[in-house]
């Protein structure tokens, strides 16, 4: 089946001139590191949303075995990607595969997307394999489905996933999606898959970051950017308070940085950014709402550190 994302991956595979594109202007003042671009089709069909939305690097999250397309993108757009892995957390040739491919490259395991609870053994295997292996691991953690039958993801983030902060202080995880947003609020409990309004302080989320030096936040998709815009009073105070331990990411799935095609896979709950590239958004918001320093280790020096990128 040709799928819209194949049919335009072929068609910007067949347009040389785009990867010979500089790396993108300081449209935003400062480069930009988008923590969590899902591996496209191509290349090309990558380069393109990066150069459409002012994007310098990306990292590629992918699944399996992808040495040789993620060696196709080194080759394509040298210095523009680094990339995380996972494989199916429910096998056991799971750790195999990761150790694999973090021998190959990959700086992180993500994202960690599976139908068991956060603090059950599939993730603790992962969590502990991430410190020997001395790479980051990044979790969507999701209790609200968005359409029927969609299932949990890493289910008992706000009750449980403390007690694993503490016991694996070596592991550095990173939060996503839409149960680690949502808990920035002190008054959630799970209602819904993004809440609006003010934000009551004192959420656990904002909590766990101030107090585990081992957590970071991605503030990809529409999860983070709904956190970062449902209350412009609370913004700016969270931003500098955690400048250190938040990382640019867009999870957009727009094919040209503009918000042209879907850029959240037609997720109905998240109509809010139909049409509109989540990266752009979301750069938009911490922009309006940071200091130039602040926004600046936000969208750059905190991946690179983070990642070790050159
Ligand atoms: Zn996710
Ligand atoms: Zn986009």
Not at 112 to 119: P, Q, R, S
């Given at each position: 089946m040709i799928t819209r994302r194949t049919f335009l991956g072929t068609v910007a595979a067949a347009v040389p001139a785009l990867r010979l594109q500089p790396t993108p202007s300081t449209e935003w003042g400062s480069p930009v590191f988008d923590l969590h671009h899902h591996m496209r089709a191509t290349p090309a069909a990558s380069l393109a949303h990066l150069d459409g939305a002012g994007i310098t690097k990306a990292n590629l999250l992918t699944r399996g075995a992808v040495q040789d397309r993620v060696k196709a993108y080194m080759e394509v757009a040298p210095g523009r990607f680094t990339w995380f892995t996972t494989f199916d957390i429910t096998q056991s040739d799971a750790e195999k595969g990761l150790t694999q491919a973090v021998k190959d490259g990959a700086r992180g395991f993500g994202e960690?997307?599976?139908?068991?609870?956060?603090?059950g053994p599939e993730l603790r295997r992962m969590y502990a394999l991430a410190a020997d292996l001395k790479v980051p691991v990044l979790v969507h953690f999701q209790e609200v489905d968005h359409f029927e039958n969609e299932g949990t993801w890493s289910t008992g983030y706000a009750k449980t996933f403390e007690s694993m902060l503490k016991a694996y202080p070596n592991t550095t995880f990173i939060g996503h999606a839409d149960a680690f947003w949502a808990n920035i609020s002190a008054a959630y409990h799970n209602e819904a898959a993004y809440p609006s309004g003010p934000i009551t302080r004192g959420g656990i989320t904002d909590k766990l970051l101030g107090d585990y030096p081992n957590l970071f936040g991605d503030c990809s998709a529409n999860s983070g950017n709904n956190a970062l815009s449902r209350d412009p009073s609370f913004t700016p105070d969270f931003l500098t308070r955690h400048q250190d331990k938040l990382l640019m990411g867009s999870d957009c799935s727009c094919t040209d940085g503009h918000g042209a095609g879907v850029s959240q896979a037609n997720n109905p709950a998240a109509a809010r950014l139909a049409g509109k590239c989540v990266a752009r958004e979301t750069l938009t918001v911490l922009k309006a709402s940071s200091s130039s320093a602040i926004f600046r280790k936000i969208v750059w020096d905190n991946a690179r550190k983070l990642l070790d990128v050159p």
């Open positions: 960690l997307k599976f139908h068991v609870a956060a603090d």
